[in-house]
């Protein structure tokens, strides 16, 4: 089972700052990988599909980058909203597997 | 706007089976797409729990297999789950999604879960 593990744990950052989490993959998931947004009490939200594409009406100031094991999330100037728990996520061919990192919650300093 | 809800009891008893349902809105899933659910412990990360196609192909994640069922009715448009032998561990909030994404004003089907469901909370104790 290809294990994903998010760093840091918790980041405080204030608004306007850049964010840069990032999500270790055990062994490669050459680029399918997938980040969440979670607010407290709702659902999450797709971000990124494919490591690198935006999703529908998620805005430009989120980026992700990265292949095989290696993979970052990155918030160009955080907005007060940004402020959430952020995960990451893969699939695995064999078998049939969908796993989630641990979050990274990002925090107001 | 495809809207996903999920319901049923919010207290199940150890020992018991859980059964939930998530009805879809905005698209027909005999129309296409796997739809998923996934767990969220309090407190916790999430955990994918296993996935139906409209035609009743399913996959489930191997370390729940044996305890879970999941089916789909497309005359109502929508699936269910349903996890036997429940204990405290069970605890969560349970989500259903369908697996895709959408990008260019178009969507696609795929390994991601997009949209969720608002989820909901299921407690197991006596």
């Known amino acids: 089972e290809i294990v994903l593990t998010q760093s840091p744990a918790t980041l405080s950052l204030s608004p306007g700052e850049r964010a840069t989490l990032s999500c270790r993959a055990s062994?490669?998931?050459?680029?399918?990988l997938a980040w969440y947004q979670q607010k407290p009490g709702q659902a999450p939200r797709l971000l990124i599909y494919d490591a690198s594409n935006r999703a529908t009406g998620i805005p430009a100031r989120f980026s992700g980058s990265g292949s095989g094991t290696d993979f970052t999330l990155t918030i160009s100037s955080l907005e007060p909203e940004d402020f959430a728990v952020y995960y990451c996520?893969?699939?695995?061919?064999?078998?049939?597997?969908?796993?989630f990192g641990q979050g990274t919650k990002l925090e107001i300093k | 706007q495809v809207q996903l809800q999920e319901s049923g009891p919010g207290l199940v008893k150890p020992s018991e089976t859980l059964s939930l349902t998530c009805a879809v809105s905005g698209y027909s899933i005999s129309s296409g797409y796997y739809w998923g659910w996934i767990r969220q412990p309090p407190g916790k990360g999430l955990e994918w729990i296993g996935s139906i196609y409209h035609s009743g192909s399913t996959y489930y994640n191997p370390s729940l297999k044996s305890r879970v069922t999941i089916s789909v009715d497309t005359s109502k448009n929508q699936f269910s789950l349903k996890l036997s032998s429940v204990t405290a561990a069970d605890t969560a909030v349970y989500y259903c999604?369908?697996?895709?994404?959408?990008?260019?004003?178009?969507?696609?089907?795929?390994?991601?879960?997009?949209?969720w469901g608002q989820g909901t909370l299921v407690t197991v104790s006596s």
């Open positions: 996520q893969q699939r695995s061919n064999w078998p049939p597997l969908y796993t």
């Open positions: 999604a369908r697996q895709g994404y959408c990008s260019g004003g178009s969507c696609y089907s795929g390994d991601w879960f997009d949209p």
């Open positions: 062994q490669s998931v050459s680029s399918y």
